[in-house]
């Protein structure tokens, strides 16, 4: 008895363990789900202005704010950095449409989009957004539809910069 017993708990813990092996190998980089690409324009306040006109000119999107958070930071008593523009972004026909779900109704801490544009020690500027296919894929539903489907559509739009 004494053997089955050792023997189921030893069965448990390494199919435990190979769970969380398989459950770790199936994570999505983290990397991937944040991306950062390089702006052509040489100011923060170029690049802000040039998405801000893209998500303008985007059909059912509007501009929820433009936060310049270096001076937030600055102003409220923390250390002066390089600056970082934070673009919110909606569309409210994709947003209600994931908000009116009381199972999707978590997924408004990612409401509004946000694209953040900044400067690096490098002196170059760079925009930051989330992966917004892989947002979808990753929750599916509704959510990889919408997400996964027109809001990575208008984004990728958003983020094509030309000079």
Not at 47 to 64: D, F, L, Q
Not at 127 to 156: S, T
Request: glycine residues 8%; proline residues 5%; hydrophobic residues 45%.
């Amino acid at each position: 008895m004494k053997r089955f017993v050792l023997w189921n708990i030893a069965s448990a813990v390494v199919l435990g363990w190979s769970s969380l092996v398989c459950a770790e190998q199936a994570m999505p980089d983290p990397k991937q789900m944040i991306q950062e690409k390089e702006s052509p324009f040489a100011s923060v306040e170029e690049t802000v202005a040039a998405i801000k006109k893209n998500i303008e000119a985007s059909e059912g999107w509007v501009i929820n704010g433009i936060k310049p958070m270096d001076k937030k930071i600055k102003e409220l008593g923390g250390p002066e950095i390089l600056p970082v523009t934070l673009i919110d972004a909606c569309n409210p026909h994709h947003a209600g449409a994931i908000l009116k779900s009381d199972a999707d109704r978590y997924a408004s801490v990612m409401m509004p989009c946000t694209i953040s544009v900044y400067q690096k020690a490098n002196g170059k500027v760079y925009v930051g957004y989330v992966n917004a296919r892989m947002i979808g894929q990753m929750f599916g539903g509704e959510m990889a539809k919408i997400m996964g489907g027109a809001v990575a559509d208008d984004q990728d739009k958003f983020l094509t910069l030309r000079k």
